[in-house]
């Protein structure tokens, strides 16, 4: 059986890619925690903290495949079907921006976001596809799917904070001013 991830040092990469997957989702589950309230009251930052961990998730499987000692077929077809499945979370979030362009773009929604991560699946899937059909160029695809997506995680939940950030801003002046009163 040819196992792709022995060529090289493609099993060390995805050793380290995997496991900084897991302590990504590990930190924005602890920052999720602490910021729940506001998370939970803002649909945006809500979206965005649901779509990074499904995102963070599908990169940990997507390792998890590569890991596993299968042929080049099944792997390819599964890493094809994963990131065909993570095709939908991105075009859900286009819709969303598209039915309320303004609030979606007061909230920290970007069109570019959504399109970048659209094209990290979609390499991510003909990597797949190529992989299955016995290429190793498969295996760069998938592997330069899987960096977009971490970067891109990354800078979204740098968005979620800002926007947090701005929340606890406006709270705290609002606080701070004197109560008019009737």
């Known amino acids: ?19 900084s997957s897991a302590a990504l989702i590990g930190l924005l589950y602890v920052v999720t925690s602490l910021h729940l309230d506001e998370i939970v009251n803002n649909p945006a930052s809500r979206r965005h903290a649901r779509s990074n961990s499904l995102y963070l998730i599908i990169t940990v499987v997507d390792a998890a495949i590569i890991l596993t000692p299968q042929s080049n077929l099944f792997q390819g077809v599964e890493l094809a079907l994963l990131n065909f499945i993570g095709l939908t979370i991105p075009f859900r979030n286009i819709l969303v921006i598209l039915a309320d362009w303004r609030g979606s773009h007061r909230a920290g929604f970007a069109f570019h976001r959504s399109i970048i991560f659209v094209a990290a699946f979609a390499a991510g899937a003909a990597g797949g596809v190529l992989l299955a059909l016995g290429s190793i160029w498969g295996l760069y695809l998938v592997t330069v799917s899987y960096v977009a997506l971490l970067v891109s995680v990354t800078l979204n939940a740098w968005v979620i904070m800002m926007g947090i950030g701005e929340t606890e801003k406006k709270e705290k002046r609002s606080a701070g001013r004197p109560q008019k009163r009737a």
């Open 1 to 19: 059986m040819d196992h792709v991830a022995k060529v090289g040092s493609w099993g060390e990469l995805y050793v380290m890619l995997g496991t």
